[in-house]
């Protein structure tokens, strides 16, 4: 599901002098800063507080951090015990490879299955190999390609997020749009020479998380997407708008020391 353009952030701001007590009820001028382009006009007179309204947005994205590659083994004997012997040669090569090339015993999972197929054995095993880094696992499915035959099938490599991914990329969304509307509530208050204050309100008014995606036409055809290509399609988007009302404060004034 994709994200519908956000709408460019708008930024407001009311500053309205301290009433004075016992005049409450006067009218008091007010200043309201508007978006770049528009006309400034007069906000309504009121007293209380001083506030500036700001709202931010952010979208960050994460790629997949973990890769899991399925590599079969089988045979076909009369005997039962050829049919084990000629998987478990090829299932030990294999398994002591992985632990050349560093992997941890953990990352690897190994299933072993074995039934009669008219008047003859089959035996099949399948090891699953997790990585995550992705470059050394091109590297190991590359050089079990050219040292095993065609009994042995490496399935392309699925790639997945680890739990609570989606959960952090969206909190990490949350922060930044704040962080972005901070930004903004600061570089107002310099430029019409106030004192940005303590936030009073902030609420996350918009959250969404979306996949990445690919053309269809690639989608539809299987085995047809790089590792690249799985890559991107497998990363998650996160985006998160946020509404802040600030305190707004005066400049203070410098005392003159005698």
């Known amino acids: 599901m994709s994200l519908q353009p956000a ?14 007590l016992g005049r409450e009820n006067n009218s008091i001028s007010a200043l309201e800063a508007q978006p770049v382009g528009s006309r400034p006009h007069v906000a309504k ?22 890769a899991q590659v399925a590599v079969r083994v089988s045979s076909t004997k009369e005997a039962a015990a050829e049919a084990k012997k000629s998987v478990c040669r090829r299932l030990d090569y294999i398994t ?6 560093g992997l941890q015993a953990e990352n690897v999972a190994v299933t072993k299955d074995i039934r009669r197929v008219e008047n003859a054995y089959h035996m099949e095993a399948e090891v699953c190999i997790t990585f995550t880094e992705f470059g050394k ?11 095993l ?29 704040v962080e972005n509307a ?14 940005l204050g303590k936030p009073l309100l ?19 055809l299987p ?11 497998a990363t998650i988007h996160a985006a998160s708008k946020v509404f802040i009302t600030f305190e707004v404060k005066g400049k203070e004034k410098k005392k003159k020391h005698l």
């Open 45 to 66: 007179a009121h007293s209380g507080a001083r506030e500036v309204h700001v709202s931010g947005s952010a979208e960050v994205s994460a790629s997949p951090d973990r």
């Open 202 to 220: 902030i609420k996350e008014e918009e959250t969404k998380e979306w996949e990445g995606q690919i053309d269809d036409q690639l989608s539809r």
């Open 96 to 101: 002591q490879s992985l632990q050349q090339q």
């Open 149 to 177: 035959d065609s009994s042995v099938v490496i399935n392309p490599p699925e790639f997945y997020h680890t739990p609570g991914s989606v959960e952090n990329l969206r909190r990490q969304a949350c922060l930044v749009a």
């Open 7 to 20: 709408p460019p952030s708008r930024v407001f701001m009311e500053l309205v002098p301290w009433a004075n």
């Open 223 to 233: 085995g047809s997407l790089t590792v690249q290509q799985k890559i991107k399609s």
């Open 182 to 195: 901070w930004r903004k509530a600061q570089e107002v208050c310099d430029l019409v020479g106030q004192t």
């Open 137 to 147: 696992m091109q590297n190991i499915c590359n050089f079990l390609v050219e040292k």
